[in-house]
Every structure is written in structure tokens, then in C-alpha cells.
């Protein structure tokens, strides 16, 4: 699989949507919360606008120049991704208005025929997945939930989503970059220290950064580690990811132009946590629709 770094592009674009499952189908419901895929460009944008909202508004991510006129983070992998959405069906309007979360979900085939992974441009997944031939694996990306709807229940939506997806397209392994705040990594020294002890990744799933961006999370021993704080730490997806049963690579990014220090999560489904597979149902059934 031959993989380039995507460039934003210079223009707005029109989505080819995905058709591989009726694009409308809820993929699950929790009260006024419902989950699915983008079903028209219209709800891409509007994802791409709540992206802009979170990342540059309130991260202050350094977006280019025509990001920043269309007030979307978009770029060329949102081409041939999956949308996945969040709709409060609560709030008056069309459901461009009502999305108050999403995740960007890239399958290996359709990133096979296409320019690759993004997480490629920190880590190198072609090697990853090279190693595990026979298993289908997953990229889950730009995730993020209006500040206002943080809470368990929109976590819970969300997972639902990937969860149902997953099954339904046979996936074996999902992964992706999970973000720190700051471009500092040892201002998380504590945390990702935690996280390198706890979830290491084994031989199979091993995950390097592209040479020279790597900062190893190995910055304290382990005798100064407390979990508790620790856990405190981290930010509420990652700790979401860790409480799955995920695993991270020994080395994390610093991403410049989002101003974050970003791990890989790998996650491979025989792995999910029991108590989980429960709680959403084995067969994704739990908060269907």
C-alpha cells in the first residue's frame, strides 16, 4: 500500500458518500441522542464545521488559509471517509443542526485505494498492518463532541456507532491518533508514562512514529507513577480508549499545526473489554435503533 501525506485542498469539494450501507440507517439511539452515517454533503460540511469549532476555535489549531475562510476543517482524506455523526434530535432545525459530535472513519480497502491512512503522516501504520495480513483494520479519526455534550451518554453514542460499523464490516483492529492537549509531551510526563507501562503494545501490534518525530513515553519510572493520577490526567477519550482495553505506541507525535501530543490507539476487537462487548451487545444491539 503506497501512502502519501494528504494536503488540504484549495477549494470546497462535493463528497462522493460511501455505499457500502444506506447512509441514513440510525446505528443506534440514546434518548434524544441518535448515531449514524452522513447521509449528504450538506451533513459533511456541517461535521467539518463542528471540526473547525472545536479544533481552531477552541484549541487554537493553526488551519490553512481556506479552512479558515470556509470556518471547516476539511482536507482530501474526507473524500473517501465515512462520517459518522451524533444528532440531538432534541434541537429545532434540520439535522445539519443538530449534530453535536462525529468521528471520521477509514476502512483499509477504500484507504488502499486511495492515498492510505492519515495517521500515516505521524506513524507507520503500512507497517502495522503489514504485519497482521488477513485482518481488516479500521482508522478512527477527528473526534470531537461540542463542548456542551461532553458527557458519558455522547461517548456512549458515539461508540455505538463505531461498534455497530465495525461488525458490519468485519473489522479485526481499529486504530487511530488519540490527542494530548500542547505540544509540550513531558507537561503529560505522568500520564503517558501510566499509559506506556499499562498498555504497551506486543510484538504483533507494535507501532513506531515515522523516524524523527518519535518522543519515546517512557519519562518516569515506574515507582513515580500513581495511577489514580495518572487516569486524572488524561484526557476522557483516552481514558475511554484505555478503559476498552486498548493499547498505544511507545512513542508519541507532536503535532504543530494542531498544537497537540498525539499517541496511537490500537485496538483490536478480541481484545475489547467483556463487560463492554456486553454492554453495547455482541451484536451491536443494545442502543439499536
Given at each position: 500500500m503506497e501512502t502519501h501525506v494528504q494536503q488540504p485542498l484549495s477549494t470546497p469539494f462535493h463528497v462522493p458518500l460511501a455505499k457500502s450501507q444506506p447512509a441514513d440507517r440510525a446505528l443506534g439511539k440514546i434518548g434524544s441522542l441518535e448515531v449514524r452515517l452522513a447521509a449528504t454533503n450538506a451533513e459533511i460540511e456541517a461535521a467539518q464545521c463542528l471540526r473547525?469549532?472545536?479544533f481552531a476555535e477552541e484549541m487554537g489549531a493553526q488551519l490553512p488559509a481556506e479552512a479558515v475562510r470556509a470556518k471547516r476543517d476539511f482536507d482530501?482524506?474526507?473524500r473517501y471517509c465515512d462520517h459518522l455523526l451524533v444528532l440531538d434530535t432534541a434541537l429545532t432545525g434540520t439535522a445539519e443542526n443538530q449534530i453535536v459530535g462525529t468521528y471520521r472513519l477509514?476502512?483499509?480497502e477504500v484507504a488502499e485505494r486511495h492515498d492510505g491512512f492519515y495517521s500515516q503522516s505521524e506513524f507507520d501504520v503500512v507497517d502495522l498492518v503489514g504485519r497482521n495480513p488477513g485482518k481488516r483494520f479500521l482508522e478512527l479519526g477527528r473526534s470531537c463532541v461540542l463542548k456542551e455534550y461532553r458527557t458519558r451518554r455522547t461517548l456512549e453514542a458515539l461508540w455505538q456507532g463505531n461498534w455497530a460499523y465495525a461488525l458490519n464490516h468485519g473489522i479485526?483492529?481499529?486504530?487511530?491518533?488519540?490527542?494530548?492537549p500542547g505540544d509540550k509531551p513531558h507537561a503529560h510526563a505522568l500520564a503517558l508514562s501510566f499509559l506506556n507501562q499499562a498498555a504497551a503494545t506486543g510484538d504483533n501490534w507494535t507501532v513506531n512514529a515515522i523516524p524523527g518525530r518519535g518522543v519515546s513515553l517512557d519519562m518516569m519510572p515506574v515507582e513515580a507513577i500513581t495511577p489514580r493520577a495518572a487516569l486524572g490526567a488524561m484526557p476522557p477519550l483516552v481514558k475511554g480508549y484505555l478503559r476498552l482495553g486498548a493499547l498505544v505506541?511507545?512513542?508519541a507525535v507532536v503535532d504543530r499545526e494542531f498544537r497537540t501530543t498525539d499517541i496511537l490507539v490500537i485496538l483490536p476487537v478480541k481484545q475489547i473489554r467483556g463487560r463492554y462487548i456486553n454492554h453495547y451487545g455482541a451484536d451491536a444491539s443494545?442502543?439499536?435503533a
Open positions: 473547525y469549532r472545536v482530501a482524506v474526507d477509514l476502512r483499509q479485526d483492529a481499529m486504530f487511530g491518533c488519540a490527542s494530548f505506541s511507545s512513542e443494545r442502543f439499536s
